[in-house]
């Protein structure tokens, strides 16, 4: 699979990623809906698990915060927001 080969990055579509700019939201479901701003998105290799699952392409999302310290959190446990 491709996610698992160093020498080959995914692309962001195949991986249903968004770029900087984009309004995203938490998948799960929450009481009140709120967007964040993806200033950066980053690819990179590891284990983002913390367990002994191998090591993987995957992506991270750099979110704007309104108190001024940004945060990185995986991508995949984002969507695109949609008003």
Same mark, same amino acid.
């Given at each position: 699979m491709r996610i698992f080969d160093k020498s080959t990055t995914p692309s962001m579509e195949s991986m249903?990623?968004?770029?900087?700019? +984009?309004?995203?939201?938490?998948?799960?479901a929450t009481p009140y809906r709120v967007a964040s701003l993806v200033l950066e998105t980053r690819c990179k290799w590891g284990n983002p698990n913390?367990?002994? +699952?191998?090591?993987?392409?995957?992506? +991270?999302?750099?979110?704007?915060?309104?108190?001024?310290?940004?945060?990185e959190v995986q991508a995949r446990y984002y969507k695109e927001f949609v008003a």
């Amino acid at each position: 699979m491709r996610i698992f080969d160093k020498s080959t990055t995914p692309s962001m579509e195949s991986m249903n990623v968004h770029p900087a700019g +984009t309004l995203v939201e938490v998948k799960m479901a929450t009481p009140y809906r709120v967007a964040s701003l993806v200033l950066e998105t980053r690819c990179k290799w590891g284990n983002p698990n913390g367990d002994n +699952t191998a090591d993987h392409w995957y992506f +991270t999302y750099l979110l704007y915060e309104d108190d001024g310290d940004h945060i990185e959190v995986q991508a995949r446990y984002y969507k695109e927001f949609v008003a």
